[in-house]
């Protein structure tokens, strides 16, 4: 055989892939503004060098980088990751495809099918894919399928992932029938399905005598394809997703004569895409937990400190900032007093004195000068300035003076804030799905306990809990059906052991996060206090109703962060009725602290973000400055001693 012959024959058996590396999207701006998501920074590592690493690991040989945005940076990142040796240039070669008119992936599909690039079946990844599956298996699975059923077009990699699954993604909701060989027949998104019912052709069930509804699955967004898969891009203009491609297919079937099938990931096989900043918190976390061993956090890049909080090289922290459940980038000042948790500050930051950073991104070069508040799904892009003793929550800000913005909007020369339409779908614009992001946490299977980390497992999504970000009108069910449970057990005397268990049911049942589990049950509680009257009798009446559920408070009250849940809590019910005077929250208060269900710390920091113009702070005040003033005749009885 000549040498020709055999450089021809290795070609045809490469293994390649696809990377598609832009999203089509806004998910995330204002910081996709300057960076682009393949470099999306994630534990001080851009997205794509998970990718590349994963597909190295996996077994792929040649990778097609599609880039229809910031090309040069990206080249240069690839450039750099060459001369660099990093790991997956030992055994595969990438090669970057630029086109800049391409508006989505059916796009960038189509225009490679054009250049004639791959010769066989081959990877398709969606942007900010990582894993930690072998892709050789997958692959002469699919093409065993192939000579099986010649149809086949795309084998679509899933993950078991119950409701409580903490990388569940709510815009990614799927419900998938498939047949006993594992071919989808029916495919659906339940997002945008407000009326919750589906409908399904009755012939699935005719035709097929076992068929499985699946909705405990989550989208890998890795896909092994066919060499058909290009082409029926190209026949086909109005596949521009994935999701197009294969509803497109399962629908037209005796047309195009294709089929799709899938593959289900368990156990430790892990697979996950940044879609979006709830997803970008869910796999930041999970990298941290080495849920995807062997894709590690570098350790030589990165510290690892208490309270589950990661640092970049060359990043100063003053001894007194108190962080927890965040990431810090590299050469980033932390100044004195300053509060940071369950947010991501990137590379080459300034934050100073006394600032309060809580469930937000902070983009690189951005400076948060003294007493400023970011919080609450707060995204900063790049070089953003902070103004002294700036408020700013749930907002998307940028450097730069956008197009048609109001007076309003500017919070500063280098800060303004980011408007989005108006006139999209609450719960499909990107501003409330940064909102979520404020109410996401992540879990653990089970509650941690004291010792663990700083919080039950905080972090969003919601802000970032793997029980997915929730409707919000479920959080209004669960609420309901908390004060159901409370009311039908505090009047027939049954045990609290029990009625945790309906909380928890309810809790699976609606799919609402771990912090908002301990909010709405202290809610709950407070509020069934409220339905007798508030006379003489009344204290009486909310210390046995405290006494009765104590199981339950002693329960959901684990830790610190649960602690700042119940004062929220508490903050929550006082606020919304007007009738309740200081006396009632003194009372409530003194009795948690007295039970040790919330600490003096817990109080104090959480008595720190109350606006000091309100109502409610005046109320609270007195116990705080009782607390301290105990503090203080402590040390002095102390020192006395002494």
């Given amino acids: 055989m000549s040498k020709k012959a055999n450089e021809d024959m290795k070609n045809e058996n490469t293994v390649q892939a696809i990377i598609i590396a832009d999203t089509f999207g806004d998910e995330f701006i204002p910081i996709s503004n300057n960076v682009p998501h ?22 792929i040989e040649e990778a097609f980088l599609f880039c229809c945005t910031h090309v040069d940076a990206i080249k240069h990142h690839i450039r750099k990751s060459i001369l660099n040796n990093e790991v997956w240039t030992l055994t595969m070669k990438v090669h970057i495809i630029v086109s800049e008119s391409c508006r989505s992936l059916g796009d960038c599909l189509r225009d490679i099918d054009a250049k004639g690039l791959l010769r066989g079946s081959f990877v398709l990844l969606e942007p900010g894919t990582i894993s930690n599956i072998q892709l050789l298996p997958l692959i002469k699975k699919h093409n065993e399928l192939m000579k099986v059923d010649k149809g086949t077009a795309m084998t679509v990699i899933f993950q078991e992932a119950g409701v409580n699954h903490i990388s569940r993604c709510p815009q990614e909701e799927l419900l998938v029938a498939i047949n006993s060989q594992n071919r989808i027949l029916s495919y659906k998104k339940m997002w945008k399905n407000k009326e919750r019912k589906l409908d399904f052709p009755l012939e699935i069930f005719l035709e097929n005598p076992c068929v499985s509804l699946m909705h405990n699955l989550k989208d890998t967004h890795i896909a092994i394809c066919s060499p058909s898969v290009l082409p029926l891009f190209s026949d086909n203009f109005d596949f521009q997703t994935k999701d197009d491609f294969v509803r497109g297919l399962i629908m037209n079937e005796e047309i195009l004569g294709s089929t799709v099938y899938c593959d289900i990931l368990k156990g430790s096989r892990y697979g996950g895409a940044v879609t979006s900043w709830r997803m970008y918190q869910a796999l930041s976390k999970e990298l941290r937990q080495n849920w995807m061993y062997p894709i590690v956090l570098s350790r030589k890049k990165n510290k690892v400190l208490k309270n589950n909080v990661v640092v970049g090289e060359g990043t100063s922290i003053d001894d007194t900032a108190h962080l927890c459940n965040s990431v810090l980038g590299e050469n980033t000042f932390i100044g004195k007093n300053v509060r940071i948790e369950d947010s991501f500050i990137f590379s080459n930051c300034k934050i100073e004195d006394n600032v309060i950073i809580t469930h937000s991104v902070i983009g ?11 919080t609450a799904g707060t995204i900063l892009g790049s070089g953003c300035v902070i103004e002294r003793g700036l408020f700013v929550e749930n907002s998307l800000v940028q450097m730069e003076e956008p197009e048609d913005y109001e007076e309003a909007d500017k919070l500063g020369n280098k800060a303004y804030r980011l408007r989005t339409d108006d006139d999209m779908d609450e719960d499909h614009s990107v501003k409330a799905l940064v909102k979520k992001m404020s109410r996401l946490h992540i879990q653990e299977e089970n509650y941690e306990s004291e010792e663990g980390t700083d919080g039950f497992s905080d972090s969003d999504e919601d802000e970032l809990s793997y029980t997915q970000s929730p409707v919000p009108d479920d959080t209004k069910l669960f609420f309901t059906e908390v004060i159901d449970s409370l009311t039908r057990g505090f009047e027939d005397n049954l045990l609290c052991d029990n009625l945790i268990l309906e909380i928890n049911s309810s809790r699976y049942a609606y799919n609402v996060t771990v912090k908002e589990v301990n909010f709405n ?54 606020t919304s009725n007007e009738e309740l005077k200081e006396k009632w929250v003194m009372f409530v208060l003194q009795y948690f602290y007295n039970k040790d269900y919330v600490s003096e710390d817990a109080i104090l920091d959480w008595f720190a973000t109350i606006d000091q113009k309100t109502k409610f702070h005046k109320q609270v005040k007195p116990f705080t400055d009782w607390l301290q003033e105990a503090e203080e005749a402590s040390s002095s009885d102390g020192g006395e001693d002494d």
């Fill in 521 to 574: 049950v202290i809610k709950a509680i407070l509020t069934l206090s409220l339905r007798q009257p508030i006379g003489p009798q009344y204290f009486s009446h909310l210390s046995r109703l405290l006494s009765y559920f104590a199981p339950i408070l002693k329960n959901y009250i684990r830790n610190e962060s649960a602690m700042i849940d119940c004062l929220q809590a508490i903050e929550d019910v006082a």
């Fill in 364 to 374: 690189s070069n951005c400076v948060v000068k003294s007493k400023s508040k970011v």
């Fill in 38 to 59: 393949a470099l999306l920074p994630m534990i001080n590592k851009p997205l794509i060098d998970y990718t590349l690493e994963f597909l190295s690991l996996g077994g």
